[in-house]
T-cell receptor, first 118, second 118 residues
């Protein structure tokens, strides 16, 4: 079974600064996807970024980028130029690739509460 | 394009009752997954449906069931409610792998249904 671990229950950062959230995972699969989702106080789960395991290039989406270290099974999220609207719970999630019987299943970490201070 | 919608947004039930939650996926998405979110257990996968078939199921008792209709809308049902079923229930839709190229399997979430069992 896959496990996802987020070792930082809470983080804080000043507006306009950079913050990195950590995530490690455990799997024997070679084909999989990794995601970061944010859940603001509204509880709406919002996709932040996605990474395919077969891609060596780290994914980026505007101010959000990841550091994907496949051998180390590490998948950290860097938020640059932090904004007040980035305040949310951030979840790291794992999904097996195509095939097998694990259709449509995301395995989530415990989450990191990020607070951006003005 | 409209996002994933869930109804109702809030529900209050008493122990022993049953409840039905509804999820309408993004237009064109045919896979629907359901999750339970609680403070103690975090986000846990319930089941996934594609083409009216349950393809995957999480580790929940048989009181939790679901179905999917030909228009991809999905419902989940919880019978004989227990206090511990109080949670935020999230559904997510996606293109299943093999369709829609690089965005296959990326799940987009609805706003959730907050269920309170008294």
């Amino acid at each position: 079974a896959q496990t996802v671990t987020q070792s930082q229950p809470e983080m804080s950062v000043q507006e306009a600064e950079t913050v990195t959230l950590s995530c490690t995972y455990d799997t024997s699969e070679n084909n999989y996807y990794l995601f970061w989702y944010k859940q603001p106080p509204s509880r709406q789960m919002i996709l932040v970024i996605r990474q395919e395991a077969y891609k060596q290039q780290n994914a980026t989406e505007n101010r959000f980028s990841v550091n994907f270290q496949k051998a180390a099974k590490s998948f950290s999220l860097k938020i640059s130029d932090s904004q007040l609207g980035d305040t949310a719970m951030y979840f790291c999630a794992f999904m097996k690739g195509a095939g097998g019987t694990s259709y449509g299943k995301l395995t989530f970490g415990q989450g990191t509460i990020l607070t951006v201070h003005p | 394009k409209a996002g994933v919608t869930q109804t109702p947004r809030y529900l209050i039930k008493t122990r022993g009752q049953q409840v039905t939650l509804s999820c309408s996926p993004i237009s064109g998405h045919r896979s629907v997954s359901w999750y339970q979110q609680t403070p103690g257990q975090g986000l846990q996968f319930l089941f996934e449906y594609f083409s009216e078939t349950q393809r995957n199921k999480g580790n929940f008792p048989g009181r939790f069931s679901g179905r999917q209709f030909s228009n991809s809308r999905s419902e989940m049902n919880v019978s004989t409610l227990e206090l511990g079923d109080s949670a935020l229930y999230l559904c997510a839709s996606s293109f299943p792998h093999g369709l829609a190229g690089g965005q296959a399997d990326t799940q987009y979430f609805g706003p959730g249904t907050r269920l309170t069992v008294l």
